[in-house]
């Protein structure tokens, strides 16, 4: 059991940092790469509104906002956090990714975002849930996840790298 809870801190701090690189650096490798790294500072604080393209939904940009935060509700259940607290966490994780990109001037301060990340966060939450009526066992259901993420994980590294070693 123990060796099972490691794995899941480490695979979910992995996935923290990531998940700080994408969000703040926006995958850059380079700070000159960073969108709106010219110390510009945006803040939108009405829900889904997007003053750039009147009229316009931006339904790619908060569909991925949901996505890249599922993994963190899955996690924090996975550590045995009550749902609230999860949601509230992935909620107060959200508002500090947007304060430190108001604060460097490393992109947008949205509204927007915060609510579609805690919402990612909830999903998460449901997801893994309903994985646990599955599987009916919360050990099966960790080792699943823990494996799932790690074989995506590596994927993901190996991309990157490959990212990296190409745009040198």
């Keep these: 059991m123990r060796k099972h809870i490691n794995a899941t801190k480490i695979i979910f701090l992995i ?8 969000v703040l650096f926006k995958m850059a490798f380079s700070f000159y790469d960073i969108p709106w790294f010219a110390g ?19 339904a790619r940009e908060v569909i991925l906002n949901v996505l890249i935060f599922i993994p963190f509700g899955v996690y ?12 509230l ?3 107060l994780c959200s508002l500090a990714f947007e304060a430190l990109q108001l604060a460097f001037a490393i992109g947008a301060s949205d509204i ?6 805690t919402l990612g966060t909830f999903f998460g939450v449901l997801i893994y849930a309903l994985m646990r009526k599955i599987f009916q066992s919360k050990k099966i259901t960790d080792r699943i996840i823990n494996i799932l993420a ?3 994980l590596g994927l993901f590294l190996s991309l990157t790298a490959l990212l990296f070693a190409f745009n040198r």
Aim: net charge neutral.
């Design 150 to 152: 790690a074989n995506l």
């Design 15 to 22: 996935y923290c940092l990531i998940l700080a690189w994408l």
């Design 40 to 58: 510009e500072r945006n803040v939108n604080l009405i829900p889904f509104y997007y003053d750039k393209d009147v009229g316009s939904f931006h």
């Design 76 to 87: 924090l259940k996975m550590l045995d956090l009550p749902w609230k607290k999860v949601v």
């Design 112 to 117: 927007t975002d915060i609510i579609t990340n």
């Design 89 to 91: 966490i992935g909620a």
